[in-house]
T-cell receptor, first 115, second 110 residues
Framework: DAGVIQSPRHEVTEMGQEVTLRCKPI?????LFWYRQTMMRGLELLIY????????DSGMPEDRFSAKMPNASFSTLKIQPSEPRDSAVYFC?????????????FGAGTRLSVL | QQQVKQSPQSLIVQKGGISIINCAYE??????FPWYQQFPGKGPALLIA?????SEKKEGRFTISFNKSAKQFSLHIMDSQPGDSATYFC?????????FGAGTRLTVKP
């Protein structure tokens, strides 16, 4: 398996533009998580899905952020409009419960720079 | 949101020394405590994990010590090597929730 695949790896955009980050979870995993990592705040959980349904979005910073999971193999995190303070590395992770007890497998991340 | 407190924020250890990172959690319902290792430019990857029915788990040079009554757990890296230099995250959770610590940047000097 190729693991969790995120795209793009790097994104540079200007303030006010829409940004869409993409994630393909590991096949068979029914949980998908979006995280944001910054030096100041560390690793923050933004939202997670179970079986394509958003379960907890309490970590989403504000209405400018939205996430969707139209099917089991694809999720997007959208920021509209983007602001410089959104600059961070965004990680997607997937997992499956059971014996593995929610071990999360992370993608390589998308480094977002908003100018 | 922060339910897991991790310390220190950064740590410098000489090669061959012991690295110790500490974490404390709040939610007594949590029953799974993993540690993740992250190298620059990569996503975090599971290193070792423990469940609360044991007080210690060892895998090679890495050991987790767990104190359920104090709601604390720690990672010990014995004989630390330069290749161990990375950011380490503790986490605590259950089947439906996982909270991460802020991370510890470990530097092992040769």
């Amino acid at each position: 398996d190729a693991g969790v695949i995120q795209s793009p790896r790097h994104e540079v955009t200007e303030m006010g533009q829409e940004v869409t980050l993409r994630c393909k979870p590991i096949s068979g995993h029914d949980y998908l998580f979006w995280y944001r990592q910054t030096m100041m705040r560390g690793l923050e959980l933004l939202i997670y899905f179970n079986n394509n349904v958003p379960i907890d979005d309490s970590g989403m910073p504000e209405d400018r952020f939205s996430a969707k999971m139209p099917n089991a193999s694809f999720s997007t995190l959208k920021i509209q409009p983007s602001e410089p303070r959104d600059s961070a590395v965004y990680f997607c992770a997937s997992s499956t419960p059971g014996l593995a007890k929610n071990i999360q497998y992370f993608g390589a991340g998308t480094r977002l720079s908003v100018l | 949101q922060q339910q897991v407190k991790q310390s220190p924020q950064s740590l410098i250890v000489q090669k061959g020394g012991i690295s110790i990172i500490n974490c404390a959690y709040e939610n007594t319902a949590f029953d799974y405590f993993p540690w993740y290792q992250q190298f620059p430019g990569k996503g975090p990857a599971l290193l070792i994990a423990i469940r609360p029915d044991v007080s210690e788990k060892k895998e090679g040079r890495f050991t987790i010590s767990f104190n359920k009554s104090a709601k604390q757990f720690s990672l010990h890296i014995m004989d630390s090597q330069p290749g161990d230099s990375a950011t380490y995250f503790c986490a605590a959770g259950d089947n439906n929730d996982m909270r991460f610590g802020a991370g510890t940047r470990l530097t092992v000097k040769p």
